[in-house]
């Protein structure tokens, strides 16, 4: 029984793990789900380009902006830098170092400082710094671990533009905006509500200030800016992969403006879990629902363990017992036990004299005749619809049966060789009998002749006298007696022996 609990245990805390992660990457990928028009195709940006007479205005302004902790960039990302700012000379570069960007935030965004200040990463405050400086200049904001494979011009006719990234949402090491677009307004004036400690560095960042914020943010833009046929696309773009180029093979990205090394300098050691989540997360999802299922097949076809509550007629009995543990005197009523009161020491055993043990089971009223035969009788079951006797029936149950023996282990003989062959009685309910000392009167207590059904040997006990029971069980001792269920000795009745009446007149 225990073991069957523990699988019990075990298979809802699975599928509670497994429930609830469906449900939470479902909601987050509806939440985040990006409508196919917001896309930026290449049809677009050949018409841009075909446009000779620029006819199309620019709205993002020619100005670079990355970040670092100092003005001196490390050797690996200086020439990937170097290049970009040489492929597009006319475009003006803004590096923001730690502490210029300190400066910049108390200089034009003061209400935003304490915030700043008391990040607990850096690069908690190198991502906030981005939404700022492109709502105050605009431009185009590149990670140093991105290099430039295209002229950027064709896409600074959108107002903002956000790269897509893997599994949902959008990524903030690539952004384009023009200068007080409300996107940004929106985004920098939500980071203070954005900011809570999630414990590990890889969630808090992400979720703070990282790319599942400004994905929560675009959420958050698109319910309430919905398309329109003026802008089919919306207000805020999205670069798919074919034209961002991360995640994305050669053959996939012929066309893209960038290309990327994937620096992730500022990931702590909690994101190769994550990372290892995000590459196995579904192999180990399915292995969960394969151990799921295998395990309900199995409880289903496991033999269930017999019921150690006796059965009469299809009843299940229940009779009260006297039980004592720890000292203790207590009412097993099968469901549940009450406890004596008044009796903390270890009394006599009300029915039987009780031996030094630490438990006693003592049974009350016995529950029918233990000669008889262990099969039921025919009216114990149901005959409405006989078994079938097709041969194929046979032929399948026989060999279910053979699998389960193979499976789950031969099962014991029955007792009587004509039980294999019946159907199992059908429970009609439960028999729940209580001693009729529990009367609130006992003067209605009729007397009935006791007439066991069981063999005269069962009910033999040894004569207890009403002085050995406990105080608050002595009270009904003569109830007990007249209902044949202990046979008391009182002290009258040893005054009126033929022993005692000898010893009297000797």
């Given amino acids: ?9 075990f298979l809802c805390l699975l599928a509670t793990v497994l429930a609830g992660t469906v449900l939470v990457l479902s909601s987050i990928s509806y939440y985040l789900s990006i409508e196919y028009p917001a896309y930026i195709t290449e049809d677009e940006i050949n018409f841009v380009l075909r446009d000779s007479r620029h006819t199309i205005p620019e709205r993002v302004p020619r100005i670079i902006h990355q970040t670092w902790k100092s003005e001196t960039l490390p050797a690996k990302w200086a020439n990937v830098s170097q290049g970009c700012r040489e492929m597009m000379p006319d475009y003006e570069y803004m590096l923001w170092t730690d502490a210029s960007a300190r400066e910049f935030i108390a200089q034009h965004y003061e209400w935003f400082l304490d915030t700043y200040d008391g990040y607990t990463y850096p690069i908690q405050r190198a991502d906030a710094i981005r939404y700022f400086v492109l709502h105050h200049y605009g431009g185009v904001y590149i990670d140093l671990d991105m290099g430039c494979l295209r002229r950027m011009d064709p896409l600074l006719v959108h107002p903002v533009i956000l790269p897509r990234t893997i599994p949902v949402g ?3 090491d690539l952004m384009f905006s023009e200068k007080n677009h409300p996107f940004m307004a929106q985004t920098i004036h939500n980071l203070i509500r954005y900011d809570y400690n999630w414990v590990l560095n890889y969630p808090t960042v992400m979720f703070s200030t990282g790319p599942m914020f400004l994905s929560a943010q675009y959420g958050a833009w698109t319910s309430t800016h919905p398309l329109t046929p003026d802008l089919p696309g919306g207000e805020v773009r999205i670069l798919p992969k074919s034209l961002y180029g991360k995640n994305a093979k050669p053959e996939e990205a012929p066309h893209s403006f960038f290309v990327h090394y994937y620096g992730s300098s500022w990931h702590a050691d909690d994101a190769a879990f994550i990372g290892f989540l995000g590459k196995w997360g579904k192999g180990l999802m399915w292995i969960g629902m394969v151990v799921l299922v295998a395990g309900l097949i199995r409880l289903a076809l496991a ?25 203790r005197w207590y009412l097993d009523l099968g469901w549940f036990a009450l ?16 031996e030094s043990s630490d438990e006693e089971d003592p049974q009350l009223l016995p529950l029918y ?6 099969s039921p009788a025919p009216s114990d079951y149901c005959l409405d619809t006989p078994p079938p006797s097709s041969s194929v029936f046979d032929y399948v149950r026989r060999a279910s049966r053979s699998v389960m023996d193979v499976v789950f282990g031969q099962e014991e003989p029955p007792s009587t060789p004509s039980r294999s062959r ?3 009685p059908r429970q009609r309910g439960v028999l729940f009998f209580l001693p009729a000392f529990l009367n609130s009167d006992r003067n209605e207590v009729e007397a009935v002749p006791f ?23 002595q009270r009904y001792a003569a109830d007990l007696a007249r209902a044949g269920l202990v046979p008391l000795v009182d002290t009258h009745e040893r005054s009126d022996s033929p022993s005692s009446k000898a010893t009297t007149d000797c």
């Fill in 1 to 9: 029984m225990l073991r069957r609990r523990t699988v019990y245990a």
């Fill in 170 to 172: 959008v990524s903030n």
């Fill in 303 to 327: 033999p269930r363990p017999k019921s150690r509550i006796p059965r009469i007629g299809g009843y299940e009995v229940l009779i009260p017992r006297w039980t004592a543990k720890n000292g």
């Fill in 339 to 354: 406890p004596a009161s008044g009796i903390t020491t270890s009394p006599p055993s009300p029915i039987l004299p009780s």
């Fill in 369 to 374: 005749d233990t000669s008889r035969s262990a």
């Fill in 422 to 424: 019946r159907r199992r």
């Fill in 451 to 473: 007439t066991p059904h069981a063999r005269r040997s069962s009910y033999l006990r040894p004569r207890v006298e009403a002085s050995s029971l406990p105080p608050e069980k």
